[in-house]
C-alpha cells in the first residue's frame, strides 16, 4: 500500500496502545474448586475436572480468536511470547484468564513490573509450589525458576543466590519470599536490579543502564 517500513512500525505501535483484557463470563469459568476437592465423591470430582478442562479450552480458543481479529496485532504477538517465556500450567481458568492478562497489560512496558505480577499471580503461585512453603523449610522452586527460566538463565546463577534470595535472616526470624518480601517487590529487585544487571555488564551492556529497561 505503499508505507515505508518506519510508517509500518509505527502503526503496529499505535494500534497496540490500548491494553483490552481477555475477558470471558464469569459463568463460562466454572471454578468450583474452592470447594474442599477431598470432601467431594469420585462422580463429583470428574465432573468438576471435566468442567474445568472445558473452561480452559474455552479460554484458549478465545484467546486465539482474539489474536486473530484484535487490531492490537502487535500487543497480541508479545503476549504470545510472553506466555511462552512465563511457563506455567493450570487447571484454573479464572487463574490462567489473568496471568494472560498480566502479560497482555505489560507485553510492550517493563519487564521489571511485569516480573512482580506475574510473581503474585495466583496461577504461578500455584504452579511453582508455593503453597508448600513453610518456616525453616522453604520450597526453592520460585527462586529457581525466577533465575534459570525467567531472568539469568542456566550457569549464570549459584546455589548460594538461591538460599540468599529465598531466605533471608532478619533480626533471627527467616523471611520467606511469599511470607513479606515479595509482597513489596524486593525479591525481583535484588534478581532484576543486582544479578540481572551484574550478567548483562559481564556480557557487554552499558554499566549504567539499568536492567529492567535493557531486559
Known sequence: NGQN???????????SEQDNDLQLPDNALNDNQANAFKNLSEDQKKEQLRKARQSVRLLNTSWLEK????PAQLREK???????????RS???PFLQQLNNIHRKHALG?????????????????????????????????AR???????LGEGNYSEKDVQELFA?????????ALAGVLEHGEVVRLVVDDLLRRRLHEVGARPDERAGDAV
Open 78 to 88: 508479545l503476549t504470545l511470547f510472553w506466555h511462552g517465556h512465563f511457563a506455567c
Open 168 to 176: 533471608r535472616e532478619r533480626e533471627d526470624e527467616v523471611v520467606y
Open 110 to 142: 517493563d519487564f521489571k513490573t511485569m516480573l512482580l505480577e506475574v510473581s503474585q499471580s495466583p496461577a504461578m503461585l500455584q504452579f511453582l509450589n508455593n503453597q508448600q512453603n513453610r518456616k525453616g523449610k522453604p520450597n526453592e522452586n520460585f
Open 91 to 93: 487447571n484454573r481458568a
Open 145 to 151: 525458576e525466577l533465575m534459570e527460566l525467567f531472568c
Open 67 to 70: 489474536m486473530a481479529a484484535s
Open 5 to 15: 517500513i518506519r510508517e509500518v512500525v509505527t502503526q503496529l505501535f499505535e494500534a
